[in-house]
């Protein structure tokens, strides 16, 4: 069974990191394309940020562009998402996902979810 489980989650304050952990298994994902969302209640889920197979390349969302970093381990077989001045914009629940094929923003570009871990900014 593929299973993707994130860590990481919590409550911080405005300003404050944390860093997020996505470990695989069922599944060397080494091959695949990682990417991290983000849902926010009564809102759609939104792309944050991507990194391809070889760790080579990285692909940020606008909003986090400069505070995030993804980053990916294929000897572990796991990505992670280091985010630093975190605003309460950032609350969500973030997912790991990840695509065998496509490296894209959108939902549907994605094969294998995580079940999420709450990220909660308070100002």
């Known amino acids: 069974q593929v299973q993707l489980v994130e860590s990481g989650g919590g409550l911080v304050q405005a300003g404050d990191s944390l860093r997020l952990s996505c470990a695989a298994s069922?599944?060397?994902?080494?091959?695949?394309?990682k990417a991290w969302f983000r849902q926010a209640p009564g809102k759609e889920r939104e792309f944050v940020a991507a990194?391809?197979?070889?760790?080579?390349?990285?692909y940020y969302a606008d909003s986090v562009k400069g505070r995030f970093t993804i980053s990916r381990d294929n000897a572990k077989n796991t990505v992670s998402l280091q985010m630093n001045s975190l605003k309460p914009e950032d609350t969500a629940v973030y997912y790991c996902?990840?695509?065998?094929?496509?490296?894209?923003?959108?939902?549907?570009?994605?094969?294998?979810w995580g079940q999420g871990t709450q990220v909660t900014v308070s100002s």
């Open positions: 069922g599944r060397t994902f080494s091959s695949y394309h």
């Open positions: 996902t990840a695509s065998r094929l496509r490296l894209g923003v959108r939902v549907s570009d994605y094969d294998y």
């Open positions: 990194i391809t197979w070889s760790g080579g390349s990285t």
